[in-house]
T-cell receptor, first 116, second 114 residues
């Protein structure tokens, strides 16, 4: 079975400081992992994905995430927050080779607030 | 431009009425999904379809129905049996390939029951 836990429901950062959004997952098989961003009343946009290639994944808008199998984590980071990063972020897992292939499990989301 | 369209953007329904939300994609994707989003609960899967003329129930299918008669289209009907339908509804699609399986999302439909 697959599941995902986002460890922080809210994160507040100052503009120009680093951002860290934490995600732990559970997967019985080889997981695909994703981070999405959602601005208010909009659809979700893919930031980056991991699919068993390089463990350090670079995404759009300066975001990156590191897959750590031993820790079952896929934390999202950005070195310097921008005001436009204020949004909700979702960590998502999908088992590539299980009976639940084709289904995606979403975390509850992390709301990011950026202060000037 | 390729993408997913959902209509309408806002929908108001009286109690006891069925309503249908539209989802169309021109990405040539095989798989399509419907999610419901409520504040603080992330996205919950209602139905998904991995191929035309076939679909499976998700985690919260009660009170909803779907059809998949064409590859491009996956409409969702919210029936009067759905006890609390007010929510933001998101449609998504994927190529259906194990190595290229990221989801693409539509802009969403906000349904309000009056």
């Amino acid at each position: 079975a697959q599941s995902v836990t986002q460890l922080d429901s809210h994160v507040s950062v100052s503009e120009g400081t680093p951002v860290l959004l934490r995600c732990n997952y559970s997967s019985s098989y080889s997981p695909s992992l994703f981070w999405y961003v959602q601005h208010p009343n909009k659809g979700l946009q893919l930031l980056l994905k991991y699919t068993s290639a390089a463990t350090l994944v670079k995404g759009i808008n300066g975001f990156e995430a590191e897959f750590k199998k031993s820790e079952t984590s896929f934390h999202l980071t950005k070195p310097s927050a921008h005001m436009s990063d204020a949004a909700e972020y979702f960590c998502v897992v999908s088992d590539q080779y299980s009976d639940s292939w084709g289904k995606f499990q979403f975390g509850a989301g992390t709301q990011v607030v950026v202060t000037p | 431009d390729g993408g997913i369209t959902q209509s309408p953007k806002y929908l108001f329904r009286k109690e006891g009425q069925n309503v249908t939300l539209s989802c169309e994609q021109n990405l040539n994707h095989d798989a399509m999904y419907w999610y419901r989003q409520d504040p603080g609960q992330g996205l919950r899967l209602i139905y998904y379809s991995q191929i035309v003329n076939d679909f499976q129930k998700g985690d919260i299918a009660e009170g909803y129905s779907v059809s998949r008669e064409k590859k491009e289209s996956f409409p969702l009907t919210v029936t009067s049996a759905q006890k609390n339908p007010t929510a933001f509804y998101l449609c998504a699609s994927t190529l259906g390939d194990r190595d290229y399986n990221e989801q693409f999302f539509g802009p969403g439909t906000r349904l309000t029951v009056l």
